[in-house]
């Protein structure tokens, strides 16, 4: 066998699947290394409040579970680095993580690197991003105290994010191309708001305004009547791109960029696991996010067992 890599494993994405995967594997008595570019929790950092995770009946806020959670996988012995993985390579027997300080080797990876907010596509939406339009509710909704806003997605996420909204802005215009579909609880307290206007069947074609957005246009999907609506805020949550950049080559990748694994999270290459929001067929909720990522620490501690002897 050639020189002993740096670490048993290491562990690309620091979001709640990364950390509860550096939790279980470190307390299994591995030596773990962590890679993370956003911040504790990755896009839990963005959620005011988390009400479907077992265990916590009256709910918690995303910026605090994800700061618990790298707390208790720091004190359980993970070690992080808080960069960029550039590149991701195996030998035969090792893999090789390359970061813009050097290379990283390491029996098993997991990759653990989410979703990002998916954006519309239309002309000026980058442009005027911070200036009338935001994804995250959390972050922003201040700036918006007291006008009129969109919020686009009929989502889990979209509906969540209204309700951050509503009682800070004057009014909500909820836009989706289908009908709402998130979980039925979340439905009906946004319907039950007073200052929000539901759109369903109903696609945003165009934004308005060149150094602040000043509004947009819409048409119904079915009738094809068109409206032109003055709103200073816009809020999109329109789906998740799986950042699945790393593996592409590695192994098979569906249409939509997800991993193919097995039940233990395995991939097709030794030493290689994907858990998460990555993996095709994830519900894509916290808790089956934690499931993913202490199956993949154990199946990853098994693996390295073996290579060891």
């Given at each position: 066998?050639?020189?002993?890599p740096?670490?048993?494993?290491?562990?690309?994405?620091?979001?709640?699947?990364?950390?509860?995967?550096?939790l279980?594997?470190?307390?299994?008595?591995?030596?773990?290394?962590?890679?993370?570019?956003?911040?504790?929790?990755?896009?839990?950092?963005?959620?005011d409040?988390?009400?479907?995770?077992?265990?916590?009946?009256?709910?918690?806020?995303?910026?605090?579970?994800?700061?618990?959670?790298?707390?208790?996988a720091?004190?359980?012995?993970?070690?992080?680095?808080?960069?960029?993985?550039?590149?991701?390579t195996?030998?035969?027997?090792h893999?090789?993580?390359?970061?813009?300080?050097?290379?990283?080797?390491a029996?098993?990876?997991?990759?653990?690197?989410?979703?990002?907010?998916?954006?519309?596509?239309?002309?000026?939406?980058?442009?005027?991003?911070?200036?009338?339009?935001?994804?995250?509710?959390?972050?922003?909704?201040?700036?918006f105290?007291?006008?009129?806003?969109?919020v686009?997605?009929?989502?889990?996420s979209?509906l969540?994010?209204?309700?951050?909204?509503?009682?800070?802005?004057?009014s909500?215009?909820?836009?989706?191309?289908?009908?709402?579909?998130?979980a039925?609880?979340?439905?009906?307290?946004?319907?039950?708001?007073?200052?929000?206007?539901?759109?369903?069947?109903?696609t945003l074609?165009?934004?308005?305004?060149?150094?602040?957005?000043?509004?947009?246009?819409?048409?119904?999907?079915?009738?094809?009547?068109?409206?032109?609506?003055?709103v200073?805020?816009?809020?999109?949550?329109?789906?998740?791109n799986a950042?699945?950049?790393?593996?592409?080559?590695?192994?098979?990748?569906?249409?939509?960029?997800?991993?193919?694994?097995?039940?233990?999270?395995?991939?097709?290459?030794?030493?290689?696991?994907?858990?998460?929001?990555l993996?095709?067929?994830?519900?894509?909720l916290?808790?089956s996010?934690?499931?993913?990522?202490?199956?993949?620490?154990?199946?990853a501690?098994r693996?390295?067992?073996?290579?060891?002897?």
């Amino acid at each position: 066998m050639t020189e002993t890599p740096e670490f048993e494993l290491a562990i690309i994405g620091g979001g709640f699947t990364g950390l509860t995967a550096g939790l279980i594997a470190a307390r299994a008595g591995l030596n773990v290394k962590l890679f993370d570019r956003m911040g504790p929790g990755g896009q839990l950092i963005n959620i005011d409040r988390v009400d479907n995770y077992p265990g916590l009946p009256t709910g918690i806020a995303g910026y605090e579970l994800g700061p618990a959670a790298l707390e208790q996988a720091l004190d359980a012995g993970v070690k992080i680095d808080y960069g960029e993985i550039d590149g991701l390579t195996f030998d035969g027997e090792h893999w090789q993580l390359i970061t813009n300080t050097g290379v990283v080797t390491a029996y098993a990876v997991i990759v653990a690197t989410g979703s990002e907010l998916a954006k519309l596509g239309l002309d000026g939406e980058e442009e005027l991003h911070g200036s009338g339009i935001s994804y995250c509710a959390t972050c922003d909704a201040e700036f918006f105290r007291d006008q009129d806003i969109m919020v686009v997605g009929g989502g889990d996420s979209g509906l969540d994010e209204v309700l951050v909204l509503a009682p800070v802005v004057r009014s909500i215009t909820l836009v989706t191309r289908g009908e709402l579909d998130g979980a039925a609880t979340t439905v009906n307290a946004v319907r039950a708001l007073e200052n929000v206007t539901i759109h369903c069947n109903t696609t945003l074609t165009e934004l308005h305004g060149t150094a602040q957005l000043e509004g947009v246009s819409v048409i119904h999907r079915e009738n094809g009547e068109t409206a032109h609506l003055k709103v200073s805020g816009l809020f999109i949550y329109v789906g998740l791109n799986a950042n699945t950049s790393l593996l592409e080559g590695l192994i098979p990748l569906d249409t939509a960029g997800h991993a193919q694994v097995d039940i233990m999270m395995a991939t097709e290459q030794p030493g290689l696991f994907v858990a998460g929001d990555l993996r095709a067929g994830s519900v894509r909720l916290l808790a089956s996010c934690a499931g993913d990522g202490a199956t993949a620490a154990v199946a990853a501690e098994r693996y390295i067992r073996s290579t060891l002897g």
